[in-house]
């Protein structure tokens, strides 16, 4: 069972939410608004992962490409990626093969989180 939950701010919550869906396959699990309509908390589920977002203040710090990106294991990486691209995604590092047998790249979203995905699971 899922015990590591990434959070995540965004300055347009409902904007992710939907780019987040489209480039990378989520699907939302919840989503609860604040009293002044912007989304509090959302979760967006994947496979058996979940990850939390909500609406933060202003533009977050683009991170450099390997400061840090969240893991996230897919079945069929070439499609994901191909996904990824067609709706945007700005692509870091295109698909490649590893010493270790997994097949990974890694791409940034709207707000410039670094993503990485690969068929290797722990």
């Known amino acids: 069972m899922t015990n590591i939950y990434p959070t995540f701010r965004y300055p347009d919550a409902r904007a992710a939410i ?3 869906c489209t480039a990378f396959g989520f ?13 509090a908390h959302a979760e967006l589920a994947l496979g058996d992962g979940i ?16 400061a840090y990106a969240v893991y996230v ?3 069929d990486l070439d499609a994901h990626h191909d996904r990824a691209r067609a709706a945007g995604a700005e692509i870091i590092r295109g698909p490649f ?11 940034r979203d709207l707000a410039g989180y670094v993503w990485s995905f690969g068929t290797y699971r722990p």
């Open 97 to 107: 093969d590893t010493d270790y047998g997994s097949r990974d790249y890694a791409a």
């Open 27 to 39: 699907r939302v699990h919840a989503v609860h608004d604040g009293p002044d309509g912007a989304v």
């Open 51 to 66: 990850i939390m977002l909500g609406t933060g203040r202003g533009e977050p710090d683009r991170p450099a490409d390997d």
């Open 18 to 20: 939907d780019w987040l």
């Open 73 to 75: 294991a897919v079945d």
